[in-house]
């Protein structure tokens, strides 16, 4: 008997040492499991996003643009830079009062992610497409398309 634990009939695993032998091991696994949860990979991208276009504040929204995108408001569209996509943003959200904005779908790959949502704003209805890339170490906007729902 190795210092007394093990006693003939007792299973292994039901003797308070193990269980502390059992804690020690899965420890570490759920340290890691909770750094990996937190990675910037895992964060929802779209939940800030969503709040700045649903209460229309293009200042805000504009921090999340990369220096130049691809900016398509109700058929008008262009590469901007984030300075002139942020002006486009202000004149679409002073014509059309943003009311209410749901992310629809999300989906992603790699380091792109993309959501669809539609967007009640100035008594009319838009859907809202958002492509995200993951670049040196932040999340930016690469494309905002707003259309009209006929």
């Known amino acids: 008997m190795w210092l007394g634990f093990c006693k003939k009939g007792t299973p292994i695993f039901s003797h308070p040492m193990n269980n502390l032998v059992k804690i020690f091991a899965v420890a570490p696994a759920l340290f890691m499991g909770l750094g990996m949860s937190s990675s910037a990979q895992d964060f929802d991208i779209f939940t800030p996003i969503a ?4 209460i229309g504040d293009a200042d805000k929204l504009s921090a999340w643009f990369a220096d130049n ?3 398509e408001v109700i058929a008008r569209s262009g590469d901007s830079s984030r300075s002139q ?3 486009i943003m202000k004149s679409f959200f002073s ?4 009311s209410a904005f749901d992310i629809t779908h999300q989906a992603d790959k790699s380091n792109m992610k993309y959501a669809l949502g539609i967007l009640n704003a100035g008594g009319e209805r838009f859907v809202v497409t958002i492509f995200v890339n993951y670049n040196k170490g932040s999340f930016q906007i690469q494309q905002l398309k707003i259309e009209r729902i006929d």
């Open 85 to 87: 996509a942020r002006q």
């Open 95 to 98: 014509a059309y009062n943003p």
């Open 51 to 54: 709040k700045y276009i649903r």
């Open 69 to 71: 995108l691809d900016v």
